[in-house]
């Protein structure tokens, strides 16, 4: 009787296995194609994703500022308690942001060093405005700084 078994998996999950198998698990509801195990496992993916972008923005500036880090450890605890980032994944994580912690204070000198106390000052308040916009695109969820005028490294 197994041959005349209908066909029909219009009901069934659509995860192909990497062996060609199909799971047999009925679809769930409110899911057009995968069942709920499937559609689970595509939600923890696409949240550790976003997770990770996340992270990796507070990172990605010119200048890695004190407040970068902090807002990138915050996501970055965030996700961990919310399931999204693996607890091993993020100790690592978390042991190189402790690494580019002790750097920081260093390369403020040097750059304070190099183009001025202002410079930096101007460095670090762009970098929390961006990441204000970052967290919060819709909402104006700091004042913007007031302008401060340009001053050329050489004149420190």
């Known amino acids: 009787m197994p041959a005349n078994r209908s066909k029909d998996r219009s009901g069934l999950c659509s995860f192909t296995f990497a062996d060609g198998r ?11 194609h995968l069942c709920f195990f499937h559609a689970r496992k595509e939600a923890q993916s696409r949240a550790a994703e976003q997770a990770g972008e996340d992270v990796s923005y507070f990172l990605s500036g010119t ?28 100790s690592a994580l978390a042991y190189l942001g402790q690494t580019l912690n002790h750097s920081i204070r260093l390369a403020q000198d040097e750059y ?17 405005v961006a990441n204000n916009a970052h967290d919060a695109p819709t909402a104006q969820s700091a004042p913007a700084p007031a302008p401060v005028p340009p001053t050329s490294p050489a004149s420190k």
């Open 112 to 128: 304070i060093n190099a183009f001025g106390t202002d410079s930096w000052r101007r460095e670090v308040r762009s970098s929390v």
């Open 63 to 90: 200048y890695l500022s004190a407040c970068d880090l902090t807002s990138a450890l915050g996501r970055l605890f965030s996700a961990v308690a919310q399931g999204e980032i693996k607890p091993k994944a993020a």
């Open 22 to 32: 199909h799971c047999r698990t009925p679809r769930r509801a409110g899911h057009p």
